[in-house]
C-alpha cells in the first residue's frame, strides 16, 4: 500500500476517536431539546483539516455527530423525511436528516466514516457536470463512489447539473448573480438572455441532471438544493415539471408537514462549538 493511502486510513482512524473536548462533552450531557412531528435538516459542504468559511474539520464533524447521538436526536432518511413532508408518514421525535452540497470526495473519506459509527445516514446534493467531468480544483465524487455508498445507505441528488455559479449579467460584468435564478449576459451575442432562452437553459440543465441521477445511480425520487439558496418562481416551476417534489433551502428553521420547500441550519462552519451546535439545535428544536 502506498504511503498516501496508510496515512489516509491513519487519519480515518485518529478522526473516529477523537476525543471531545471536556466543557464540550459537558455541553453535550445537557439535557436534550424535545420536539415531535417536526424536522431539523442540517446542512453541510466541505470537510477538511483546514477550515474555513464552509468548511470543517473531521474532528468538529465527528464531536457534531456524537452530539446528535448521545442527546437522543433520531437521524432519518431523506425518503422517509419527504414522504412526512407530504403527510404520508411519521418521524420520531427529535427527528434529524443531514445533508450535503456540493459533492465533495471528502464526504466519503471523512463523513462517512463517522456516520457508519452511529448508524446515520446522509443525502447529497451533487453538481452532476463536477462528477462527470472532474473539472474542479477540489475533488468531486465519482458516479462509482457514490454507487457503492447508495448501496450502503446514502442518497445522492441534484444541485443542478452545472448552474452552480455565478454570471455577469451585464455587458461590463459590473453585475453578477447565480445562473439559476438569473438572465445571464451572453458576450457572444452581446446581450442578456431573453426570458425563453433563459427558461430553455434552466430546463435543459434540469432535465440533464435528473436523467444522470437516473443513469447512473438509478434514482425514483427527484429532490434539489438550489446552489446558493437562491431561486424564484420560474426556476422552481421548472424544476418541478422535470419531476422534483422537495426544494431544499438555506433559510434557517424547522420543518413541519405540508410545504415542498425545506428550511436548513447550517452545521457546516467552524463558528460552531460544540456547545453552540447543541444550542441550535435547541433553539429550533
Do not use: C
Amino acid at each position: 500500500m502506498k504511503l498516501k493511502g496508510i496515512a489516509a486510513l491513519l487519519a480515518i482512524a485518529v478522526i473516529i476517536a477523537w476525543p471531545m473536548p471536556k466543557n464540550e462533552l459537558e455541553a453535550a450531557t445537557n439535557k436534550p431539546a424535545h420536539y415531535k412531528n417536526k424536522v431539523i435538516v442540517l446542512m453541510y459542504h466541505h470537510i477538511d483539516a483546514t477550515e474555513s468559511e464552509a468548511t470543517i474539520s473531521p474532528s468538529r464533524f465527528g464531536t457534531q455527530m456524537k452530539i446528535l447521538k448521545d442527546n437522543g436526536y433520531h437521524v432519518i432518511s431523506i425518503e422517509q423525511f419527504a414522504d412526512f413532508m407530504r403527510g404520508k408518514g411519521k418521524v420520531p421525535d427529535n427527528a434529524v436528516v443531514i445533508t450535503f452540497d456540493d459533492g465533495y470526495e471528502s464526504f466519503d473519506q471523512y463523513a462517512v466514516p463517522i456516520m457508519k459509527k452511529y448508524n446515520f445516514t446522509a443525502a447529497h446534493f451533487i453538481i452532476g457536470a463536477s462528477s462527470d467531468k472532474q473539472n474542479v480544483h477540489t475533488k468531486h465524487m465519482t458516479w462509482e463512489t457514490m454507487r457503492k455508498l447508495k448501496a450502503e445507505g446514502f442518497s445522492f441528488y441534484s444541485h443542478t447539473y452545472n448552474q452552480h455559479d455565478y454570471a455577469p449579467l451585464d455587458e461590463k460584468g459590473h453585475k453578477t448573480g447565480p445562473k439559476l435564478s438569473n438572465p445571464i449576459y451572453l458576450p457572444d451575442k452581446g446581450r442578456v438572455e431573453t426570458n425563453a432562452e433563459y427558461k430553455a437553459r434552466i430546463e435543459a440543465d434540469a432535465r440533464l441532471e435528473e436523467k444522470r441521477l437516473k443513469e447512473e445511480l438509478g434514482n425514483t425520487h427527484q429532490f434539489i438544493a438550489f446552489p446558493y439558496g437562491v431561486f424564484n418562481k420560474t426556476a422552481k416551476q421548472i424544476e418541478k415539471n422535470a419531476g422534483v417534489t422537495l426544494f431544499f433551502t438555506t433559510h434557517p428553521g424547522i420543518n413541519t408537514p405540508g410545504s415542498d420547500e425545506v428550511f436548513r441550519l447550517n452545521a457546516g462552519t467552524p463558528t460552531l462549538t460544540g456547545s453552540k451546535f447543541l444550542g441550535m439545535l435547541k433553539r429550533y428544536g
